[in-house]
Every structure is written in structure tokens, then in C-alpha cells.
């Protein structure tokens, strides 16, 4: 039996060892015609030449383009669309360096990076980095528009899965609140995160920030009023959440009677 | 056959070659991609939203290009593979023709059948883009081709071997066509350029440069969204392809004439 196997594998062996892998043998340099080697040595010494007259590639900064529509997309991910989601966030992310040239995130089309956002969000509803892209990375530019922009995406974006989105509405709530310094902004983020971010996996932190921040405007009767509705609701009911609670409701008070 | 085949060695054998490209059905595999990718181009236009033509025009030229030089490089290598191992080229090169006539009528013959695959590809875009502009496209796509078929008969004679070969084409076509980015990144902003490896990175890159055809040039698709092509930057073009043609038909010469029989 042995010896049948090892027959097979050398006939096998054989049948293909043909022309292809066995190549040809080789003369010696001397056979070539030297017009040949003339041409070869020409024909390189003018590759290099046109190579070096030649201008060297220039960095050009190029535009963000319009994103393509979702069902494009669908078609180009060819059933994939969560990992053409993923590199697409990374091209996106990688934009602003181009070959040989880096382009500050400020002096992007906001429209459009917003644009692509949406995309990839479509494509990967669960994905977390384009939110975080927006409120950390393109939010985080030193032109106020344009960071307004970004934290009104992000809200328009929790709205959408509230449950799954609230930690960016969150720091969406402390930008607008220290960076941007605009209060009642703050407050209607914080206030969104209290009224649509039920689910068990909501911190109490997230939840009660619209009380700081109302705190913080000075507005104690609202803050209050929203902590009642939140007793009284029900949706709170670990009772270190309700102690928390009820004492910061003891705490208004006494600033109430004190401002009084 | 044989008196002409003394006469006009290189006429013939490129005629020949010509021939095994009908008989292999190749323009039919040609105008069957051509069919599937206009296809596939329209139903693109159905899910595009605004700019319906130009993501067509991107979508097809892109498309072809790709297309065409994997085409052309397969049959090139997998006809002359065959013909080493049915010893083709030995009964050619027994005959009192020079080696260098052999080499010029099959390279001839192929560079009529990547043409012939430039027009067709030319002829679809037509549906979608300016002549004049599909006219620069179809000449920078010849060229493109032309570039391919040399170097695939280069590698052919160097590797004898298909998949070999094949890789070696589809190496070198990726390179050419990414040198120029990959310089500019290894010069950006982001790379440390002090460090002596990327020093030494930068340097290899830059005379990898040197021996490499600009093909990041050639065949742009923007010429077809943006109808920005000019007849300068195809001078440019043609001044390129003839230099590195001549360049590889050297290499080509120069590998053939040392091969025993």
C-alpha cells in the first residue's frame, strides 16, 4: 500500500513539473546583443531622467465630499453595512490628514462631516463612536457654531434611542453648560436625558442632572417641582436614589426659605 | 505562412496573436463585463439620490479600468504560459527569426487587443460623458494597457509561472499607482521625518519612484465626473507610456535573450 502511494505521489510529481515551473535555462550576459542592452540601459536612463524633470506630487487639500445617499451606501456594503460603517468613521475621522497635508477639524464643512455622521449612524444604529466623534472630537473645535451644531446633533440623535445615546446627551449637557456657558441649553438637554431616558441601565447621575442645572440657574422652585415629579412618578425606586433625592429636596428648601 | 513568417516575422506572429485573442472569446468576455457593469452602473443611478451621472461616470470608469487591466494581464500571462508549455516558443525561436522579432509581434499583438479593450470600454462611457472627455480617457486607458502588457510579458519571461507572475503585475500595477500618495504621507505632517528609519523609508520610496510608471496620472475619473481632462496632461501621458515601454521591452529583450532552449 506504501509502496502504491509513493508511485502515485511521484507520477503526480512529474505531470507537473511542466514548462511553467520548471523554467528555462539561462545563458551567460555575453549572448545578449548589445543593441538590446543599449536599449535596456537607454530606455532606464530616460525613465529616471523624465522621473526627475518631472514635479515631484503636491499636497492638495481636498474638500469633504457630500456624503452619498443611505441606500447607496447599502449597496456599496455589499450586506455589510456595519463594517462599512466602521471605515467609513475612520476615513471620516482620518479627513483632516490628508497626504502630506493636515487640515484643522475647524475648517471642515460642518454640514457635511454632520452628513456623514448620519450615514454611518444609519448604517449602525448601535454604534456609539460617531456620537462620540461628534460631542468629543468635532464638537470640541474652538468655533462656537460649529460646536453648537455638533451638540444639537447629538441631541437630535438621542431622541432617536434614547436608552442607548443618553451618556453623549450627557456630555452634551456639560458642554453647553461649561464650555458653551449657555444655561438654558444645558438644562434642555439634561431635562431631555430626565424625561426620555428611562431604561434600567440610565444612571441616577444622568438622570438628576437637570436638577443641578437648574440649581445652578438659581431657579430652586423648578428644581424642586422636578423632583417631586420624579418621586412621585415612580420611575425612581433604588432608595439611595430617593434618600439622594429627598435630601437635595430638603436642601432647595432651606435656600428657598433662606433667599425668602 | 512560413515564406511570410520570413519576410515579416513580427506582422505575423502579432496577427497570430491577435487570433488566439478572437478565438479565446475574449471580445465576448469583454462586451459580457461591459453588459454586467452597465447594468449594475443604471441600477446605481436608480438609488442615487442627486448627481445620478456622475456617480455612473465614477462608477463605470473606475469599474473598466479595474476591469481591463486584470483582464489583459491574465490573458497575457495564461497565453504565453501556454505556449511555453505546448513548446511554442521553442518551435519560434528554431526558426531563423530573431528573438527580438518574436518579442515585438506577440507584444504588438497584445497591445492591439488592450486597445481593442480600451475602445470598447471608451464606447460605453459615451452614454454618459463628453466625447472629448471619454476620447483623453479611452488614449490614457490604452496607455495604461499598454504598460500592463509589457510588463506582463516581462514577468512572464522572468517567473514562467502564472501565479507568480500574475501576483508580481497586480503588485507593481497597486505601487504604481499608490507611489505618489504613499510619498506624501511618509513626508506629511504626522510621520517623524528626523528618525533615521524613516529616513531610510523615505529614500527607498523615493527611488522606488524613479523606476516606477506615474500611473497615478493616467485615466483619471475625475476627467469623467468633472470633465476636467486637457490633451496636455495625455502628452505627458504618451511621453511616459513610450519611455517605460521601452523601458520593460529592454528588460523583456534582455531576459529572452538569455533563455536556453
Not at chain 1, 543599449?38 to 536612463?45: D, E, F, K, R, Y
Not at chain 1, 432608595?239 to 432647595?252: A, N, Q, Y
Amino acid at each position: 500500500m506504501g509502496w502504491h502511494l509513493e508511485c502515485v505521489a511521484r507520477a503526480i510529481g512529474r505531470a507537473g513539473r511542466t514548462a511553467e515551473t520548471q523554467g528555462m535555462a539561462e545563458r551567460s550576459i555575453r549572448d545578449v546583443p548589445r543593441p538590446v542592452i543599449g536599449l535596456l540601459l537607454v530606455a532606464l536612463g530616460a525613465q529616471i531622467g523624465w522621473h526627475g524633470l518631472r514635479p515631484g506630487p503636491q499636497a492638495g487639500a481636498q474638500a469633504l465630499p457630500e456624503p452619498p445617499s443611505i441606500e447607496a451606501l447599502r449597496v456599496a456594503a455589499l450586506g455589510d453595512p456595519w463594517v462599512t460603517a466602521k471605515v467609513l468613521m475612520l476615513w471620516l475621522q482620518a479627513f483632516d490628514n490628508q497626504p502630506g497635508i493636515s487640515i484643522p477639524f475647524r475648517d471642515l464643512d460642518y454640514a457635511r462631516v454632520e452628513g456623514w455622521l448620519a450615514r454611518i449612524l444609519e448604517l449602525d444604529p448601535r454604534a456609539q463612536y460617531p456620537l462620540l466623534a461628534a460631542s468629543r472630537v468635532y464638537g470640541a473645535v474652538s468655533v462656537e457654531e460649529k460646536q453648537r451644531r455638533m451638540l444639537d446633533f447629538v441631541y437630535r440623535q438621542f431622541r432617536l434611542d434614547p436608552d442607548r445615546r443618553w451618556r453623549w446627551m450627557a456630555y452634551a449637557a456639560i458642554a453647553a453648560k461649561h464650555r458653551l456657558r449657555d444655561l438654558p441649553l444645558a438644562l434642555e438637554y439634561a431635562r431631555a436625558i430626565t424625561e426620555h431616558a428611562t431604561g434600567p441601565e440610565v444612571p441616577n447621575w444622568a438622570r438628576h442632572m437637570s436638577v443641578v442645572v437648574l440649581e445652578d440657574m438659581g431657579e430652586l422652585e423648578a428644581a424642586t417641582i422636578l423632583i417631586y415629579q420624579l418621586l412621585d412618578s415612580g420611575v425612581v425606586t433604588d432608595p439611595h436614589e430617593v434618600r439622594f433625592l429627598t435630601l437635595k429636596l430638603e436642601e432647595l428648601r432651606a435656600g428657598m426659605e433662606a433667599a425668602r | 505562412m512560413w515564406s511570410a513568417m520570413r519576410s515579416r516575422p513580427v506582422a505575423v506572429i502579432a496577427a497570430y496573436t491577435l487570433l488566439e485573442g478572437m478565438r479565446n472569446r475574449l471580445a465576448w468576455l469583454v462586451l459580457g463585463i461591459i453588459v454586467a457593469v452597465f447594468g449594475l452602473s443604471e441600477f446605481i443611478a436608480e438609488v442615487a439620490i442627486t448627481e445620478t451621472v456622475e456617480f455612473q461616470s465614477a462608477f463605470l470608469g473606475a469599474t473598466l479600468r479595474g476591469f481591463s487591466v486584470f483582464m489583459v494581464s491574465l490573458f497575457v500571462i495564461t497565453s504565453m504560459v501556454r505556449e511555453l508549455n505546448d513548446k511554442g516558443l521553442d518551435l519560434v525561436l528554431s526558426l531563423p527569426i530573431p528573438r527580438a522579432s518574436y518579442f515585438l509581434g506577440k507584444l504588438l499583438g497584445f497591445s492591439f487587443l488592450s486597445a481593442a479593450t480600451a475602445l470598447l470600454c471608451s464606447l460605453l462611457l459615451l452614454l454618459y460623458v463628453p466625447p472629448e472627455q471619454v476620447l483623453i480617457w479611452g488614449i490614457s486607458l490604452a496607455c495604461e494597457l499598454l504598460i500592463v502588457t509589457a510588463f506582463s510579458l516581462l514577468c512572464l519571461f522572468t517567473f514562467s509561472h502564472v501565479t507568480l507572475a500574475l501576483s508580481v503585475v497586480m503588485a507593481f500595477y497597486v505601487l504604481a499607482r499608490t507611489i505618489s500618495a504613499l510619498q506624501l504621507i511618509g513626508g506629511g505632517p504626522l510621520i517623524e521625518g528626523t528618525s533615521l528609519s524613516q529616513q531610510v523609508i523615505n529614500a527607498f520610496m523615493a527611488s522606488l519612484a524613479f523606476v516606477l510608471p506615474e500611473l497615478h496620472n493616467f485615466t483619471v475619473s475625475e476627467w469623467l465626473v468633472y470633465h476636467t481632462g486637457q490633451w496636455g496632461a495625455l502628452l505627458a501621458i504618451i511621453g511616459q507610456s513610450a519611455i517605460y515601454v521601452l523601458l520593460l521591452c529592454g528588460a523583456a529583450l534582455f531576459d529572452l535573450y538569455r533563455k536556453s532552449l
